[in-house]
Antibody, heavy 116, light 110 residues
Framework: QITLKESGPTLVAPTQTLTLTCTFS??????????MAWIRQPPGKALEWLTL???????RYSPSLRSRLTITKDTSKNQVVLTMTNMDAVDTATYYC????????WGQGILVTVSS | QTVVTQEPSLTVSPGGTVTLTCASS?????????PNWFQQKPGQAPRALIY???NKHSWTPARFSGSLLGGKAALTLSGVQPEDEAEYHC??????????FGGGTKLTVL
């Protein structure tokens, strides 16, 4: 059974750094071709693709957010961590981790609110 | 900045057929964009329907199908059911691995 779950703060102050963890089970990120992506969705708005880490630690970032994002993986812990710096109110969204390449399994999402 | 465009809204009658499309500002969508389609109902996480243009997941109902149509990715629903009313999102991978979502299509079954 494949599961993914996001964890982290649900309230972040403006200018602070957000750190979210995706803990997964039922597959290994060391498997060739496998990866994990982060996707977010502001309330009432469209999905936005953020970043992706591959099994070989290659990484991809959204060009518009590249300077603020870092994705890392810990294969032994079955975790992927997303870091986003300099948070702003427009970053308020539900953040999802999603298995790549088929985007078949999604976490439940975590709503992160940016507010002082 | 790459833009992916979907119809903002569509309406279909129960039992009817509807096609949703997904276009890229970079040009014609090909299989190399690995089009993905997702269904999202209010208050829920998106659910994957189609990957790599035409491939269904084990849970994808047979009435959903993916294709390329006129330079766009397409999702066709045949024999629409009331429970198909939802938001539908497409995802294209540009440059092989840079994902870009469309704005979503709100499908009404009426």
């Amino acid at each position: 059974q494949i599961t993914l779950k996001e964890s982290g703060p649900t309230l972040v102050a403006p200018t602070q750094t957000l750190t979210l963890t995706c803990t997964f089970s039922g597959f290994s990120l060391s498997t060739h071709g496998m990866g994990m992506a982060w996707i977010r969705q502001p309330p009432g708005k469209a999905l936005e693709w953020l970043t992706l880490v591959y099994w070989d630690d290659d990484k991809r970032y959204s060009p518009s957010l590249r300077s603020r994002l870092t994705i890392t993986k810990d294969t032994s812990k079955n975790q992927v961590v997303l870091t986003m710096t300099n948070m702003d109110a427009v970053d308020t969204a539900t953040y999802y981790c999603v298995r790549y390449p088929r985007s078949d399994y999604w976490g439940q999402g975590i709503l992160v609110t940016v507010s002082s | 900045q790459t833009v992916v465009t979907q119809e903002p809204s569509l309406t279909v009658s129960p039992g009817g057929t509807v096609t949703l499309t997904c276009a890229s500002s970079t040009g014609a969508v090909t299989s190399g964009y690995y089009p993905n389609w997702f269904q999202q109902k209010p208050g829920q996480a998106p659910r994957a329907l189609i990957y790599s243009t035409t491939n269904k997941h084990s849970w994808t109902p047979a009435r959903f199908s993916g294709s390329l149509l006129g330079g766009k990715a397409a999702l066709t629903l045949s024999g629409v059911q009331p429970e198909d009313e939802a938001e539908y999102h497409c995802l294209l991978y540009h440059g092989g691995s840079q994902g870009v979502f469309g704005g979503g299509t709100k499908l009404t079954v009426l």
